[in-house]
């Protein structure tokens, strides 16, 4: 780990209540490739909030927090509802690793 000083400066964009992603990942067995069960969060006070809840409902199972670095309706397209419709926005992982990647 690098931590260089900075001055401080505003940013360009800021999202104030953004959606955040989570990922439990769970494996069956050795040989079986891993299950993945995903949820986005919206209206969470802060990452605290989504990485406690992420906590109490991973069961043992492996997690990722993420949170959407755009401003993504949730759960609509063209204004109606579209539950199961994949969600487009690009993730920052905060929390966790995914168990697919080559190890670092």
Request: some cysteine; aromatic content about 8%; glycine content about 6%.
């Amino acid at each position: 780990m690098q931590v260089t000083s900075t001055p401080h400066s505003e940013a360009h964009f800021c999202l104030d209540r953004p959606v955040y992603r989570v990922n439990f990942w769970s494996r069956v067995s050795a040989d079986v490739g891993w299950n993945l069960e995903a949820f986005s969060i919206s209206d969470a006070v802060d990452v605290h909030e989504v990485c406690a809840w992420a906590a109490q409902n991973a069961h043992g199972r492996r997690l990722e927090v993420f949170v959407e670095s755009e401003d993504e309706p949730t759960g609509l397209v063209d204004g109606t509802t579209a539950p199961g419709t994949p969600r487009r926005a690009s993730l920052v992982r905060l929390v966790g690793s995914n168990p697919n990647a080559p190890e670092a």
